[in-house]
């Protein structure tokens, strides 16, 4: 099972990767994390300690081969197995978590390496490996752009009740479908009440957007995030934190 979370900047995303990672983890299944993000911040929220360095992957993994037409195409020059042992960072429950890159100093240039990297690194893993993936994708649309979650079986979008970030979710679908990925789901995050939710099924009926689950806000969250600590350890009967782990729940009972 190989999951993407999308959204826009500041929607949750990285709250839900971490806590499903973790929910998936907590029934015993193999792992593997994936931080897409170029201000990458999974580390934490899957527990990983704030002083513990997660050094990213090298952004030299990709070569040029050439084809028996003679054209050239990008390879990786290691098997997803031998990234994971060689650039693999273990994290609790067993997770093994893999940082593709970030943006370190200004006029640092383009991130298009790692991202390809990134592209080639997920299509190889759902071809080859069987653990499930939990993808932390740059926010916005931009990487569906780069086609890097072109293999997933499922895409959650990550919304808030509010317009701008609703509409970035029905742009994400209408993508999605165009590079064929076969479950697009909203996951409703930091609903306070009745009003929220109810503008989030509106917007959601209105434009063909399946709702995986609803969220609330969840103090426990903010808590854990100023402390240092994943959402699952903080509080792990929270109500957000609960609200991840059934849709982990769900996930599981659609793939296996």
Known sequence: MKIAVSGKGGSGKT?????LARAFAADGYDVLAIDD?????????????REREVAPIP??????VQTPDGETELELAKTPGEI???????????????????????????????H?????????VVEDRDEVTVMDMVAGVEHLGRGTAKDVDTLLVVVE???????TGQRT??????????????????????????????FCAENGLEIATVVPYDDAIRRADQEGAAPIDQDPDAPGASAIRELADDLLETYT
Do not use: F, W
């Open 15 to 19: 709250t839900v990767s971490g806590t």
């Open 37 to 49: 993000d170029e201000n990458p911040n999974l580390a934490l929220t899957l527990g990983i300690p």
């Open 59 to 64: 952004g030299d993994l990709l070569e040029r």
């Open 84 to 114: 994971i042992d060689d650039y693999g960072v273990e994290a609790p429950d067993g997770i093994q978590l893999l940082k593709m890159g970030e943006v370190e100093h200004a006029g640092s240039g383009c991130m298009c390496r790692a």
């Open 116 to 124: 390809s990297t990134a592209r080639e690194v997920l299509s190889e």
């Open 161 to 167: 009740p509010y317009y701008k970030s609703l509409e």
């Open 173 to 202: 679908r209408d993508l999605a479908d165009e590079l064929d990925i076969p479950d697009v789901r909203v996951v409703a995050n930091k609903v306070r009440d009745d009003h929220d939710r109810e503008a989030i099924e509106e």
